[in-house]
């Protein structure tokens, strides 16, 4: 397994831990968002959250217009 950057914005599924800071729980939740200022309208940023934080994050973004769709990540352990 190679693990590249933790940090990089476009990967749909990384490691799938949570994004809420200093949680490094597994994530159960894709939060899709959109920043209309600097993004254009099809493109999406992605926040895992795990289920302890999905209302905050949720919350965080929703607040500030961003908040385009949470989706689940129901207990997806693909192997490749
Ligand atoms: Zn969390």
């Keep these: 397994m190679t693990e590249p950057h933790s940090d990089s914005d476009s990967n749909a599924e990384p490691d799938l831990i949570c994004s809420?800071?200093?949680?490094?729980?597994?994530?159960?939740?894709?939060?899709?968002?959109?920043?209309?200022?600097?993004?254009?309208?099809?493109?999406?940023?992605?926040?895992?959250?795990c289920a302890e934080h999905r209302d905050s994050l949720s919350a965080f973004l929703s607040a500030r217009g961003f908040l385009r769709e949470v989706d689940e990540i129901a207990g997806s352990q693909r192997e490749a």
Excluded: F, M, V
């Design 20 to 49: 809420a800071k200093g949680c490094q729980q597994p994530a159960a939740y894709d939060l899709g968002w959109n920043n209309p200022k600097i993004h254009t309208p099809d493109r999406r940023k992605h926040w895992l959250a």
